[in-house]
């Protein structure tokens, strides 16, 4: 039975960029897209079956081009990954990346990570859910748009089985003022650990493109590693 859907989403924490796909950018999401995408629907996905085995699921939230993805994927193949994104370039680059690494434990969805969540994401099912440099959005008037507030949290601790983790990653020290308030008023996340640095220390993750591009700016980078309470 599909769980009822009770979180309304009515901001959007993304800007939805089309951008020009190249031909081979193209050409992957029509002809891998059978291998790798995932369809938006409202019907929660048997995971186990999709993947073709029960093993521990990864969740990325806005993987931009897929590189990390796919490294991380490579890396770990005791584990199934699943990738959420809007830039089609990024989706295209993505494909490109997990053909050539001949990988096979990850699957690409094109959509808004709330609604997936909400709607195909089962509970209690995933073991991690990754948020790298989320779109930091520093205006003042824009702070409702940020991805991590209560609901999000909530939404993502009832998909995460006991134990699981949310990690995150930020280089713009004003969300990370952010996330440390939210995360400390959370009844469903404790720290784990929170590591601050000049980009010689991610915590438990590659290096990404948007974390070289901040370091570039002179920011500096602050990784999260938050845990579910079991208790909940």
Not at 62 to 83: C, R
Not at 165 to 182: K, R
Not at 206 to 220: C, D, I, N, S, V
Request: glycine letters at 8%; hydrophobic letters at 35%; proline letters at 5%.
């Amino acid at each position: 039975m599909h769980e009822k859907n009770t979180h309304k989403r009515t901001i959007r924490s993304f800007v939805r960029r089309t951008g020009r796909l190249t031909p081979s950018q193209q050409r992957a999401l029509e002809e891998l897209w059978p291998e790798f995408g995932i369809e938006y629907g409202h019907a929660l996905l048997r995971l186990d079956e999709m993947f073709g085995r029960a093993v521990p699921i990864v969740l990325e939230i806005g993987f931009g081009n897929g590189e990390t993805l796919v490294q991380q994927a490579t890396e770990n193949p005791d584990k199934n990954y699943i990738g959420i994104e809007v830039h089609e370039p990024g989706v295209g680059h993505c494909l490109l990346k997990a053909r050539d690494a001949g990988i096979g434990n990850l699957r690409l969805i094109i959509h808004d990570a709330i609604e997936v969540l909400t709607n195909q994401i089962p509970l209690d099912s995933l073991s991690r859910v990754n948020l790298y440099f989320p779109d930091p959005w520093p205006k003042k008037r824009h702070h409702k748009r940020r991805i991590v507030q209560h609901d999000f949290l909530g939404l993502v601790a009832d998909r995460l089985k006991a134990g699981g983790t949310l990690n995150i990653a930020t280089d713009w020290a004003g969300y990370a003022e952010h996330i440390d308030e939210v995360l400390s008023q959370s009844d469903r996340f404790a720290c784990a650990e929170r590591r601050e640095h000049d980009g010689e220390q991610p915590l438990d993750r590659p290096r990404t493109k948007f974390e070289q591009r901040g370091l570039k700016k002179g920011h500096r980078i602050c990784d999260w590693c938050f845990t579910k309470f079991t208790n909940n």
